[in-house]
């Protein structure tokens, strides 16, 4: 099995789930305000908040602290009765800020069933390259807690359905409550049955029986999970590794075909050397397709594949080459009028990036393995994954 049954944790009634949950420690990696906007919200009430180390405080010098004081946080809500188990696995209904649903099912996977490098095997595969420095923090992060909470998303094929037939089933209702910060609101029933999990899988596999899941978002701390349960299961015996809690990682499976899940482009903004690479780029990429690059007032079209995720790919493949032998710096932007602002006002190229279609992903990943870093992004920052489940990993 991938999946698994758990025993999540989640605040007693009388909880305010509203400071309770909050959003990826990965979104509004520039924006102090947000951070300590929510803060303020949160005050003392118990929270997730207090259980994350939000990545723009990540360059303060002051990670031991904070890391002290998660462990502090995790170890209080488990003894103080803040946390009680739901066992099973929870189906969650997340209306969005522009009223759309978006479907998914938290549960565990198997970190043996899972990897990140570039060319595997293994059944639930990351999309992006893994950059690696971004790791230690994490894994450093995670080998002293005591839970997870989780903002991982893997996307799967032919699920949707199954999880609006089991919203409408009777059910334990475990939250329903508005989400602070513009997230929306959160709704999850729970649920202890194994047939649903083992039809999960069967349908995931059904299209491609090598690739089950794909990371959508939080592969790094998908990634980071993997490299403690490596170094943890070198202490054990093969006969513990079944039952220890670290082999395993919290997730949400969605539908790659969710109507709510939009897949939007992550443009290139290069500084440096702008004359050889245009010329660099027009001679080395090709196919059947353009996509534009703007310079100045110049605009250019340059021919890519049909493919959106092969011309991603060959687009980075092309800038990282020339990266090698010359001074540039990449950035990457969200929004077509973002990066064609900081085009003009840094005097640097503006490469408008294709749009990868929901239903290439998995046929990609087949095909080439992961993409390129920063290929794509799933809707906006307010939609992310809010934490809200926790679990035991010690």
Sequence with gaps: MILSRARFLLPRKDIDMTKWAVVACDQFTSDRQYWQTLDNIVGDAPSTLRMILPEVYLGDGDGDKRAADIYAAMDRYCKDGTLSPVDGFIVVDRTLNDGRHRLGLVTVVDLERYEYTPRNNALIKATEKT???????????????????????????????????????????????????????????????????????????????????????????????????????????????????????????????????????????????????????????????????????????????????????????????????????????????????????????AILMPCIGKEGLFDYTVRRGVLPRKSFSMGNAEDKRYYCEARKIK
């Design 131 to 349: 950059v690696e420095e971004r790791l230690p923090a994490r894994v450093k992060l995670r080998e002293g807690a005591l839970l997870e909470a989780t903002h991982i998303m893997l996307l799967a094929e032919n699920v949707h359905d199954l999880f609006a037939d089991y919203l409408s089933r009777e059910g334990e209702v475990v939250y329903d409550f508005t989400l602070n910060m513009r997230g929306g609101a959160l709704r999850g029933k729970a649920f202890d049955d194994e047939g649903m999990l083992a039809e999960v899988e069967r349908r995931a596999l059904a299209e491609h029986p090598e690739l089950a899941f794909v990371v959508g978002d939080g592969n790094h701390s998908l990634a980071a999970a993997k490299l403690v349960w490596e170094k943890t299961k070198r202490t054990l015996s093969e006969s513990e590794w079944a039952t220890c809690a670290a082999r395993y990682a919290s997730c949400e499976i969605v539908d790659i075909a969710d109507p709510s899940l939009d897949f939007e482009p992550i443009h290139r903004l290069v500084k440096g050397s702008e004359e050889q690479l245009i010329e660099f780029l027009t001679h080395e990429l090709h196919g059947d397709a353009v996509c534009k690059l703007c310079y100045r007032k110049q605009e250019r079209e340059l021919r890519v594949p049909v493919n959106s995720a092969d011309a991603i790919a060959d687009i980075q493949d092309a800038l990282d080459r020339f990266a090698a032998d010359h001074e540039i710096a990449i950035d990457y932007v969200h929004g077509d009028e973002s990066v064609l602002k900081a085009a003009r006002r840094d005097d640097a190229i």
